[in-house]
C-alpha cells in the first residue's frame, strides 16, 4: 500500500469534524442486534473493516441486514444449528464478540482471520467455554483460527480472567442474556479497561437487559430477551484523542459534533488530560470543544490502565510535551493489534527520542522536533499507530507512515479530516 508523509501543521485552526461512530458501541450493538427476535434500526455505524468484518459474519449466522451504514436494519435472531466458518479480517472485537455468540450455538462455528489477529490469544475466554462444556480446537496460544460447538451450559456462577482484555468479559455479558437464568460473572486477576465493561452494560441496557457490578469483581446479569428498536451511534472516543491532542499541541480549536458529556466511553476523559496540559473544553450532552493553551504543560506520571487505547495518542505525544512523561498501567498494551508498549517505543528510539520501558509503563523524554529527522514509521499493520503518530508528524512534517491505507480499519477518513485542519485559517 502507498504511504503517506504527514503534512505540517504550521499554523492554528479552527474547524468542526463529524467522529466516525464509535466502533465499541456499534459492534456491541451489532452482537446485541444477531440475538434480538425483534427488528433492530441503527443509525451511525462507521463505515470501516471491523464493522464490515462483523456485519459479513453476521451474515453468514443467518441475520438479515439491509440498508447502508448510514442507517441498517437487522432481523435476528442468529441460526443456531448449521455449521458456518466465519473471517473476523484484522478486528480482535468482532472475533471475541463471535465467541461469545458461537457459544450458544449447536452447531459448529469456524473463526478465522488475518495474521496479526491469528497472533492474539483468547485463552481466558476458551478456558471459561471449555468450563461451560464447549468442545474448542484452536491453535496452541488461543489464537485464531477455532472451531467452537456448544451451547455452553451454565450451573451457576461463571469465573474468568480478566487481565489480559475486557473483551473476553463483554463477549459473555451480551451472550448471557440468551440463557434462561440469571447468571453472576465472577472475574479474576487484575482487571483491564473496566470502562468499556461499563459501554457494554450500557448498550444492554438500552434493550432491556439489566446487568449491573455486584462489587468490583462480580457482575450479575438478569435474564431477559433482548428489545429491538432504534438506535444511534454516537461519535468514537478513541478517534477524539487524535484531534484533542492536535489542537493540544498546535494551540487550536476543535468541535466534536457527535461526541459529549453524555458518553459513557471511557476514552471520553482524555479531554481531562488535555486539560492538565493546559486546554480548555466546553462539553454539552452531545457535543465537546476543546481549545489548545498558548503553552503546554508537563504531564508528569499518568496511569492509564482505563484508557489503554487512548495511551498510544498520549505515547505518540509524549516527545513534544515539557519535561519527563510517564505513562503507567500499560501491561495490555501487549496484546492489541500489534504490540502498543514495544512497537511505538522501538519507532521513538530509531527517531532520536530519549526514553525508557518497562513490562507495563514508558517514560519519555521532550525533544525539539526540529531534532527529529526524516523518519518511515513502521505501523506493524495497527491503525492506531499511524493515527496517533500523525500528531508527531504534524509538527516535524518529516515523518512518513508506511501504508496511508491502514487507518480503514476504523476511521477511513481520518486523512481527509486530518487535511482540513492543515488548511484551515
Not at 494551540?251 to 453524555?262: D, F, H, P, Q
Not at 518511515?376 to 500523525?390: E, G
Request: proline share 5%.
Amino acid at each position: 500500500m502507498a504511504s503517506l508523509t504527514v503534512p505540517k501543521i504550521t499554523h492554528p485552526f479552527d474547524v468542526q469534524v463529524t467522529l466516525p461512530g464509535s466502533k465499541s458501541i456499534a459492534l456491541r450493538q451489532l452482537a446485541i442486534a444477531a440475538l434480538t427476535n425483534e427488528p433492530t434500526y441503527l443509525k451511525g455505524i462507521p463505515e470501516c473493516d471491523d464493522t464490515a468484518a462483523m456485519l459479513d459474519c453476521l451474515s453468514h449466522l443467518g441475520v438479515a441486514i439491509q440498508g447502508s451504514h448510514d442507517e441498517l436494519v437487522l432481523h435476528g435472531p442468529i441460526n443456531l444449528t448449521d455449521d458456518v466458518i466465519l473471517d473476523a479480517r484484522m478486528s480482535g472485537a468482532s472475533a471475541r464478540l463471535l465467541i461469545g455468540l458461537a457459544a450458544l450455538r449447536s452447531g459448529s462455528t469456524t473463526i478465522d482471520g488475518h495474521a496479526s489477529l491469528q497472533a492474539r490469544t483468547n485463552q481466558p475466554l476458551f478456558d471459561t467455554l471449555l468450563s461451560l462444556g464447549l468442545k474448542i480446537d484452536s491453535a496452541d496460544h488461543g489464537g485464531l483460527p477455532v472451531t467452537l460447538r456448544g451451547p455452553m451450559t451454565i450451573n451457576g456462577p461463571i469465573g474468568i480472567d480478566g487481565s489480559l482484555s475486557s473483551q473476553y468479559i463483554t463477549a459473555l455479558l451480551i451472550a448471557i442474556p440468551h440463557i434462561n437464568e440469571d447468571v453472576q460473572i465472577n472475574i479474576s486477576g487484575q482487571l483491564v479497561s473496566r470502562p468499556y465493561i461499563d459501554i457494554t452494560l450500557s448498550e444492554m441496557k438500552k434493550r432491556g437487559i439489566q446487568a449491573a457490578w455486584l462489587n468490583d469483581t462480580s457482575l450479575i446479569v438478569h435474564s431477559t430477551p433482548y428489545a429491538g428498536g432504534s438506535f444511534t451511534i454516537e461519535g468514537d472516543a478513541t478517534a477524539a484523542t487524535y484531534f484533542a491532542g492536535l489542537a493540544t499541541l498546535h494551540g487550536s480549536r476543535v468541535e466534536l459534533t457527535n461526541l459529549g458529556a453524555m458518553s459513557r466511553q471511557g476514552d471520553y476523559r482524555f479531554f481531562e488530560i488535555m486539560q492538565q496540559l493546559g486546554a480548555s473544553v466546553l462539553r454539552d450532552p452531545t457535543m465537546t470543544k476543546i481549545k489548545g493553551p498558548t503553552k503546554l504543560k508537563p504531564l508528569g506520571t499518568l496511569d492509564m490502565t482505563e484508557m489503554p487505547d487512548a495511551a498510544l495518542t498520549l505515547i505518540a505525544m509524549a516527545p513534544m510535551l515539557p519535561g519527563k512523561s510517564k505513562l503507567t498501567g500499560l501491561s495490555s498494551l501487549h496484546h492489541k493489534e500489534c504490540d502498543r508498549l514495544v512497537c511505538p517505543a522501538r519507532e521513538l528510539s530509531q527517531m532520536g527520542v530519549e526514553l525508557s520501558t518497562t513490562d507495563d509503563s514508558i517514560t519519555v523524554q521532550y525533544i525539539n522536533p526540529d531534532g527529529l529527522g526524516e523518519h518511515h514509521l513502521s505501523t506493524y499493520h495497527d491503525h492506531r499507530m499511524a493515527m496517533a503518530f500523525s500528531l508527531l508528524g504534524s509538527c516535524t512534517g518529516t515523518l512518513t507512515v508506511d501504508s496511508e491505507r491502514v487507518v480503514d480499519k476504523t476511521y477511513p477518513t481520518y486523512w481527509d479530516d486530518y487535511r482540513t485542519l492543515n488548511v484551515s485559517a
